[in-house]
């Protein structure tokens, strides 16, 4: 995976906050699909700020959760407003501290937007990791966080979670991992066990 970065279409901080915010149990390409005409009525946080949650439904109603999400991108973009000037901050710390932003949210926009050291963990970061044996008994997603930062090289971090994410997307599958395909096979932990399930 040589081109290891997001699938998500923004041009700045504020439409990669909105574009991961709306992400969550939805599917990059639908949010692609929401994002062009909803930045054209939301170019900013403060266009957005002034709205309320029922007038970003109309923008966002095809992807998951839609009342939840609006609620959240209106108070983020509120909360931009009100305590950051608009400027969408680059700490974990104060990124957390927006409606709609966790942890795992927060270290995206730091990682994609920012490029810091931040590791991502979603479903696909979660799994292939343990899979591939890079971490051992994470419990959630802050366990394998912490397991990961701790041996991947800093300078690579902010590529390593796009590697791991793409590599879950379309190789390591959840339910049928492409083995013949996969270039780690040689290192993973899971095809390891396979081909000694599979001796004689």
Not at 10 to 36: F, G, H, W
Not at 61 to 79: F, I, W
Not at 155 to 172: N, T
Request: net charge positive.
């Amino acid at each position: 995976m040589p081109l290891a970065e997001t699938e998500l279409e923004y041009t700045d901080p504020y439409e990669l906050i909105v574009a991961v915010i709306l992400s969550a149990q939805c599917t990059d390409k639908r949010v692609n699909m929401i994002t062009p005409d909803f930045f054209k009525k939301f170019p900013s946080a403060l266009e957005l700020a002034n709205h309320e949650p029922e007038d970003v439904f109309q923008y966002i109603k095809s992807c998951s959760y839609p009342n939840n999400k609006a609620k959240h991108l209106v108070g983020m973009a509120r909360t931009l407003i009100e305590s950051f000037q608009g400027v969408v901050p680059d700490s974990l710390e104060e990124l957390q501290t927006l409606p709609g932003v966790g942890r795992k949210t927060a270290n995206v926009i730091l990682s994609v937007a920012f490029r810091k050291p931040a590791m991502a963990v979603d479903t696909h970061v979660f799994r292939v990791a343990a899979r591939l044996g890079l971490t051992h008994g994470a419990k959630n997603p802050l366990d394998t966080e912490l397991q990961l930062v701790k041996f991947i090289p800093e300078e690579l971090i902010h590529k390593a979670h796009h590697w791991l994410i793409l590599h879950g997307r379309y190789v390591c599958i959840a339910r049928k991992p492409k083995c013949d395909q996969c270039g780690l096979k040689s290192l993973c932990r899971h095809y390891s066990k396979l081909e000694k399930a599979q001796k004689p």
